[in-house]
């Protein structure tokens, strides 16, 4: 007697920039918190839902696309003193590690590469949910959460304050919504 075994199915998923964000928050003067995204994102997830451990993401972000609502000061972002977009025109995600489920929770490990330099980074992962778009595709939207140090990407820029402290806090928040379109 035979029986037959399910083979897991991987899928493929395309970020859907119309519909995702990718938004960052930092201390500014040590008393206010400044919050600014990156419109242009692109990326491909694969996914094993039966083994998610296998889950393969890579995420590219177009740095010049930086956007805080501020032209003066995304103009300065965009330069040598920041990202130096010109010289590094993408921030990129590429997992080294598939999802960890730990209950309800999930964490993502992979390399995160700003500024020409490579760190590994763990994301805070949520589920958001999936469903059927009108069109008869099929969409799957999570979120995410991390904090980096920016200093360790080399970017180093800042200004002492005369009160004491800096102008730019080292320590970022990142946030990321994102909607994948089954490819």
Do not use: C, Y
Not at 2 to 14: D, I, L, Q, R, V
Not at 110 to 115: A, P
């Amino acid at each position: 007697m035979s029986t037959a075994t399910a083979t897991p199915t991987a899928t493929t998923w395309k970020i859907d920039p119309a519909h995702s964000q990718i938004e960052f928050s930092v201390r500014h003067m040590m008393i206010t918190t400044v919050k600014g995204r990156f419109a242009g994102v692109e990326g491909t997830v694969r996914l094993d839902e039966a083994n998610p451990a296998t889950a393969d993401v890579d995420v590219r972000i177009d740095a010049a696309s930086i956007d805080t609502r501020e032209a003066q000061r995304d103009a300065h972002l965009r330069s040598a003193d920041f990202f130096d977009v010109e010289h590094f025109p993408h921030i990129t995600f590429t997992a080294t590690r598939g999802l960890d489920r730990h209950g309800n929770h999930l964490e993502l490990t992979g390399d995160l590469t700003i500024h020409g330099v490579t760190r590994p980074v763990v994301l805070d992962v949520t589920e958001e949910g999936r469903g059927k778009d009108p069109w008869g595709g099929e969409r799957l939207g999570f979120s995410a959460t991390t904090k980096i140090k920016r200093s360790e990407f080399g970017l180093t820029w800042n200004q002492a304050l005369e009160t004491g402290g800096v102008l730019v806090s080292d320590d970022i928040k990142v946030s990321l919504d994102l909607q994948l379109v089954r490819g």
